[in-house]
């Protein structure tokens, strides 16, 4: 624990620039009515429906979000991250969340691997931001500053590739550090006698979900099918639009007025059955229930555990931080559409909205079990609190220039740590390699059990 504290100490003494700080991400809902003309991912998915009936979830949001030429992540046209984007995340709003991050994970490294060259990961890059802002802390701190040697970057769009390269290129040419990309974490090549940090932020919520029910037969998958033709026979059930209730959904038709609705599948399929047994927690729900389960996730993660600790015949040495929306449990109605900085129906505009649910950070866990130690989930207010958010803020206060700066700087601060919004919404997971920690029961800092007690006398833990 006192390591992190002495990284604290030294940032601070690091005079580190501050950045422009923007607005989060807001959470009004947004309200409007679908547009006449269906959007080119809409008919695509319409047009699949029709020749092959029904499609999951987890199909849609493939879709809407990485079709080749149509989908949100891969159109150029779509700004997707910045105030003229459809949300802001942590990094953009102050360079204290990518100190503070950068921090953790050089606290991991020093007992374990001090010296040994560093390689960083970060899956789903965004703009490059969360990246050059751990690079920039690294490089301020003497334990690091020679050592970090390579970053791989795991983006399937080529324009947000574009604007990752731009913005580290500076890394590449004056401190001689490698940057390489990779569609997945699979490319990335094995690393032998180097240190992994690798982080996740607003990457799992993005992954495609299955919604499946617990049924007295057993798990069925909620698809969506087009609004239905009179004429036509009815062949599955219509399901009520994302319920939690341990009801069985009546067989009305929901109103909505988008051309897909949900519908629940006549009798169990092999993927939802294999969904519904993939974690022991789902095995007593009664029925009725409804889960969002992703198996890109816990494939991912399982993969961030063999990176980060190998398998039993290999070990290896490296530790992770996944930051995202969720929490400890599965849930059965986070699926949501982001556009213009406020929430909508995930079926409106498909492929020019945002599209995100909760991440289960109890499935990542299970996923990792034999390969890592996860540590958490904190509340993002939780972890950069204790992490040193309130002597960091007061170190960029002092260095400020105008009380207007002070002022952004302590509002930027506010909101990422804000128990009405970022602060609880957004949850921290650590990763380590098994057999890590900082004392016997392998503990890390700031992953401690829900009975610790702060020092109310230490100014890292000024409550925001």
Not at 93 to 118: H, N
Request: proline content about 7%; hydrophobic content about 35%; glycine content about 8%.
């Amino acid at each position: 624990m006192s390591g992190v504290r002495q990284l604290s100490k030294q940032l601070l003494r690091a005079g580190l620039r501050g950045r422009v700080l923007n607005s989060p991400r807001k959470y009004a809902t947004a309200t409007a009515a679908p547009p006449n003309s269906m959007t080119p991912v809409e008919k695509i998915i319409l047009d699949t429906i029709k020749a092959n009936g029904p499609v999951s979830f987890a199909q849609y949001m493939q879709m809407c979000l990485s079709h080749p030429t149509e989908g949100y992540y891969m159109k150029s046209s779509n700004a997707v991250f910045g105030a003229r984007g459809d949300f802001i995340t942590s990094p953009e709003i102050s360079q204290v969340f990518g100190e503070l991050v950068g921090i953790w994970l050089l606290s991991q490294y020093l007992p374990v691997a001090k010296g040994q060259d560093i390689r960083l990961i970060e899956l789903g890059p965004g703009r490059g931001t969360l990246m050059d802002d751990i690079l920039r802390t690294l490089s301020q701190l003497p334990a690091s500053r020679q050592v970090s040697k390579e970053v791989h970057l795991v983006e399937t769009s080529a324009s947000l590739r574009a604007i990752q390269e731009q913005r580290l290129r500076p890394w590449s040419e004056k401190h001689n550090i490698q940057v390489y990309w990779h569609t997945s974490l699979n490319d990335i090549p094995e690393k032998e006698g180097s240190y992994t940090m690798l982080v996740a932020h607003e990457f799992f919520d993005a992954l495609p979900i299955h919604l499946i029910e617990k049924t007295q037969h057993g798990w069925q998958e909620v698809l969506l099918s087009s609004s239905p033709d009179p004429a036509a026979p009815t062949i599955l059930r219509p399901s009520d639009p994302l319920s939690t209730s341990t009801q069985t959904p009546t067989p009305t038709q929901p109103s909505s007025p988008f051309r897909l609705r949900p519908v629940l599948a006549s009798t169990p399929s092999p993927i939802s059955t294999l969904l519904g047994s993939s974690s022991p927690r789902f095995k007593n729900l009664p029925v009725g229930s409804r889960i969002e389960v992703s198996p890109a996730s816990f494939q991912i993660a399982r993969k961030v555990g063999e990176v980060i600790g190998g398998q039993a015949s290999e070990k290896k040495k490296g530790s992770a931080l996944i930051i995202d929306y969720g929490d400890d449990k599965a849930v059965g109605n986070s699926f949501r559409g982001f556009k213009d900085h406020k929430i909508v129906d995930p079926f409106h505009l498909p492929g020019h909205c945002d599209l995100t649910a909760n991440v289960d950070f109890a499935y990542l866990r299970e996923a990792m079990a034999n390969t890592a130690t996860a540590h958490g989930p904190l509340t993002q207010h939780e972890f950069l609190t204790r992490m040193g958010l309130r002597m960091r803020v007061d170190a960029l206060k002092r260095a400020a220039r105008s009380d207007e700066r002070k002022s952004a700087i302590e509002s930027s601060a506010h909101r990422l740590a804000d128990l009405t919004g970022m602060g609880k919404q957004y949850k921290v997971l650590g990763v380590t390699s098994n057999g890590g920690g900082e004392d016997d029961a392998g503990r890390v800092w700031p992953f401690l059990d829900e009975g610790h007690k702060s020092d109310p006398a230490d100014p890292n833990n000024h409550e925001y």
